[in-house]
């Protein structure tokens, strides 16, 4: 069985389809996690910052376009689904509320409910099942977990990035619909979890900075772990620990090309490898982090071959840190010819 999770860009008006069209072509994909609603365009606000924002200020306009994205997404895509009434319900919640994790998490719930309807599978309320105490209590997530899902013969739909606690809703950092996918395939023993975004797996590189950067096609769940330790946002550090522990290999793929292989993290060893570089301006001068998984003497020797010149240098274990005067997009390209000789095809 699979937990096949979904993120905020799947999960808009013209992208809806090509969810539906997954996990219809593979039975096995029995447990679906999805986000709020993401961006459509450049300049669009994520649901969860429009939530979060309403909160805080009291701006009927943000409340307003959480529902336009709602009332779209049911409309575009001809679902059956009461979205005014669920929205005035939402609404009459979120005066009440005194927390903001009870309304930030309101964006998850609704695309849950939605995407339940679409796929006529079974909705299952995150806060019901994911539960916390001081922290996240995983005995009693998976023993929930179990007992609700145990019954659902066709498939069930929950919103990711919050869970329950006595004292209401309780989210996870930024990121925490993957916690939320790890979790179910964890407590249900599920043999793998797939996370469906609008790239196909991990680029070493930011496809802004460097043409055509190459994809990571196999990782490690170790390797994963320094990637998160040294900024990377790409997987919830907790996601990672939680699916080592068990053995459950996670693919990450793109909704766009879902046929693509993507990128597969698990326990198996995987080749030495530029793991992810980036570049930023900060201040006058640009910051650049090489992060690697060969050894720091085979990083050094390659760093030697660049032509890139650079006022300062920090090695840590499996990062490089590289200050310079250069302009990021020239850094970013003189890096990647230099350490994506040793990138994993």
């Known amino acids: 069985m699979i937990v096949t999770k ?15 069209e997954i996990v219809e072509s593979d039975e096995n994909r029995k447990l679906v996690v999805v986000s709020a609603i993401g961006k459509t365009h450049e300049t669009d606000v994520k649901t969860t910052d429009l939530l979060i924002d309403f909160f805080q200020s009291g701006k009927l306009d943000c409340w307003q376009k959480v529902c336009n994205k709602y009332e779209q997404l049911v409309f575009y895509n001809k679902i059956g689904f009461d979205v005014e009434k669920s929205l005035q319900e939402a609404f009459l919640r979120i005066q009440k509320a005194r927390r903001v994790d009870d309304v930030a998490s309101i964006g998850e719930e609704l695309s849950a409910k939605i995407v339940a309807k679409y796929l006529n599978f079974d909705y299952v309320e995150a806060e019901n099942v994911i539960l916390f105490d001081e922290k996240l209590s995983i005995l009693k997530t998976a023993k929930m ?63 802004k900075q460097v043409f055509a950067p190459k994809t990571i096609r196999c990782i490690s769940f170790d390797d994963a772990t320094i990637l998160t330790k040294f900024g990377a946002t790409v997987l919830h550090p907790t996601c990672i620990t939680l699916l080592k522990r068990k053995n459950i290999p996670l693919s990450v793929k793109s909704f766009y ?89």
């Open 6 to 20: 979904f993120g905020g860009t799947a999960i808009t008006p013209r992208n809806l389809h090509r969810v539906k």
């Open 145 to 207: 977990l179990k007992s609700t899902i145990k019954n659902i013969k066709k498939g069930s739909v929950l919103g990711g990035f919050y869970g329950g606690s006595k004292t209401g809703r309780k989210l996870f950092e930024r990121g925490g619909s993957d916690v939320s996918a790890s979790l179910c395939a964890t407590a249900l023993n599920f043999d793998m979890v797939e996370n469906f975004v609008d790239v196909s797996g991990f680029c070493v590189a930011s496809p």
């Open 257 to 345: 090309n879902p046929y693509d292989q993507g990128t597969i993290i698990s326990n198996e060893s995987a080749p030495k490898q530029l793991l992810g570089l980036s570049a930023k301006q900060i201040g006058n001068k640009v910051v650049a982090k090489v992060v690697f998984s060969y050894s720091p003497q085979d990083a050094l020797n390659l760093l030697s071959k660049t032509n890139l010149p650079f006022d300062k240098i920090k090695l840590e274990k499996n990062c490089l840190t590289i200050e310079t005067q250069e302009k990021c997009d020239v850094v970013a390209n003189y890096l990647y010819n230099t350490f994506a000789v040793d990138t994993a095809s």
